[in-house]
């Protein structure tokens, strides 16, 4: 006899050998008669209602408008908030609240500037590296030691109270890229407009970069190793390329062009 024969009509013997089943492992029931189920909407589709011409309210509604979520653009947003900063605080402010860069995520401080604002000359690094990123300083660790000899040679340093004699520093990144890579296009882009509005606000007689970074960001191309030492402009202003300070320790050969970049700042200053 088969087991629902057994039980018919006993519901507790119906539980038990279901319990019993499912200890089993029986988890899943399967009828005797196979059912199509690509058939069973067929099945239980209610019956065709009599065609009348739809009112109003019987109508379909309209598709729901999902709002499709503005794109941002960094750049614009970097433009915005550069324009609105109008004092060094202002922009450190602004950089500290800026957060379409990724580098940011990954960095310990904003590296926003160090020196004298009222400077004639202002230097533009690239990047913090791991030093500058911990101190929150721009050009602290051994790069940045040589660019303090460099300049001191020439009678420039950041710690100067007067204005003759100071520098004013600042990188066109504020933070720190992994691993010290170079800086992308799109994120020096980003920064552009922060960049310029640091040189408008310092207002500095000159402006050195040093390395490839800077010279892209403030003249649009690369090749410092052709454009270092030969002036030219950028926002109205004379802009001296140099080899950055962290060549010049792998390659100590190059010290002597980096020098005579020096002496041509020297005399430019003395005017
Ligand atoms: N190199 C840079 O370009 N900037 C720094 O601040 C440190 C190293």
């Excluded at 402009?233 to 020098?259: D, F």
Aim: one cysteine or more; aromatic letters at 6%; proline letters at 9%.
């Amino acid at each position: 006899m088969r087991l629902a024969e057994q039980i018919e009509g006993d519901w507790e013997a119906a539980l038990a050998a279901l319990a019993w089943q499912y200890d089993c492992g029986v988890d899943e029931p399967v009828g005797d008669v196979a059912l199509d189920r690509y058939g069973l909407p067929e099945l239980v589709r209610p019956a065709a209602a009599p065609v009348t011409a739809p009112t109003e309210r019987a109508k379909a509604p309209p598709p729901v408008q999902i709002a499709e979520t503005p794109k941002i653009d960094p750049v614009a947003e970097a433009r915005h908030a550069a324009a609105l900063a109008k004092s060094l605080e202002a922009l450190r402010d602004c950089l500290e609240h800026f957060d379409h860069c990724d580098l940011k995520k990954g960095a310990r401080n904003t590296v926003f500037a160090d020196g004298n604002p009222k400077a004639r000359v202002l230097v533009l690094g690239e990047a913090p590296g791991r030093d500058e990123d911990l101190e929150g300083r721009p050009f602290v660790g051994r790069a940045g030691q040589l660019l303090d000899q460099m300049f001191a040679a020439i009678g420039l340093s950041r710690s100067s109270p007067d204005a003759e004699s100071a520098l004013y520093i600042t990188n066109v990144m504020p933070w720190r890229p992994p691993g010290n890579r170079d800086p992308e296009d799109s994120e020096i882009a980003m920064m552009r407009p922060f960049v310029e509005r640091h040189i408008s606000l310092v207002d500095p007689e000159v402006i050195v970069v040093m390395g490839n970074t800077p010279l892209m960001a403030l003249t649009g191309h690369r090749g410092i190793m052709r454009a270092r030492g030969r002036w030219a402009e950028a926002h109205g202003r004379p802009l001296l390329p140099m080899t950055h300070p962290a060549y010049l320790l792998r390659n100590p050969l190059a010290k002597r062009e980096a020098w005579a970049d020096l002496l041509t700042l020297q005399a430019r200053l003395r005017g």
